[in-house]
């Protein structure tokens, strides 16, 4: 079945440290990969999305997100967190094949300490 | 542009009494999800529409929840008679057309957030 992996449901880290957020997919084939981050009370906004060619992905707000075909990870990472960062954030896959829907995980909630 | 509208931004009903939903999605998109969100979990999608069409409601309780979107622009979600466990985020999402894939992401709007007593 296919299905999206967060491992993490809590992060802390201190405002100016590095933040990698995990994302593990099990598909079939390569899917669209998308990372989004939620604000209490907000939608979902898009941070970045692959779909193919060069695996480092550059988003909005200083994101970026790398590929790892052989283990079916999409990783979103920041050099230096700010404190408005602090958020949910989703990673989510979809196919073109399976009429766009897009499956997300569960989700990993982002604090950061001053 | 204007991004998808939703409303109400909030509701409380009790159970058992039915409540209905609106989302009006970015001019021109073709492609309408509505999407729930339960407290600490990611969206699931519940229903997609392609037009006026219904596209994909595998994922619909269709005993108490309906959706449509008559004209292919608007698009109203319905539960009848809600449960508890119905409380969470609707979100509605809107993308340029099918055909394209997914290609352009979707553009989500901010949410109704239902709490069912």
């Known amino acids: 079945a296919q299905s999206v992996t967060q491992p993490d449901i809590h992060i802390t880290v201190s405002e100016g440290a590095s933040l990698e957020l995990r994302c593990n997919y099990s598909?079939?084939?390569?899917?669209?990969l998308f990372w989004y981050v939620q604000s209490p009370g907000q939608g979902l906004q898009l941070l970045l999305k692959?779909?193919?060619?060069?695996?480092l992905v550059q988003g909005i707000k200083g994101f970026e997100a790398e590929f790892k075909r052989s283990q079916s990870s999409f990783n979103l990472r920041k050099p230096s967190v700010h404190w408005s960062d602090a958020a949910e954030y989703f990673c989510a896959v979809g196919l073109n094949n399976a009429g766009n829907m897009l499956t997300f995980g569960g989700g990993t909630r982002l604090m950061v300490k001053p | 542009e204007a991004g998808v509208a939703q409303s109400p931004r909030y509701k409380i009903i009790e159970k058992r009494q039915s409540v209905a939903f609106w989302c009006n999605p970015i001019s021109g998109h073709a492609t309408l999800y509505w999407y729930q969100q339960i407290l600490g979990q990611g969206p699931k999608l519940l229903i997609q529409f392609q037009n006026n069409g219904v596209v994909d409601d595998s994922q619909l309780p269709k005993d108490r929840f309906s959706a449509e979107r008559l004209k292919g622009v608007d698009s109203t979600l319905k539960i009848q008679p809600a449960k508890l466990e119905d409380s969470a985020v609707y979100l509605c999402?809107?993308?340029?057309?099918?055909?394209?894939?997914?290609?352009?992401?979707?553009?989500f709007g901010s949410g109704t957030r239902l709490t069912v007593v």
């Open positions: 692959y779909f193919s060619g060069d695996t």
């Open positions: 598909y079939g084939a390569t899917p669209y």
């Open positions: 999402a809107s993308s340029l057309r099918r055909e394209v894939g997914l290609n352009y992401g979707y553009t």
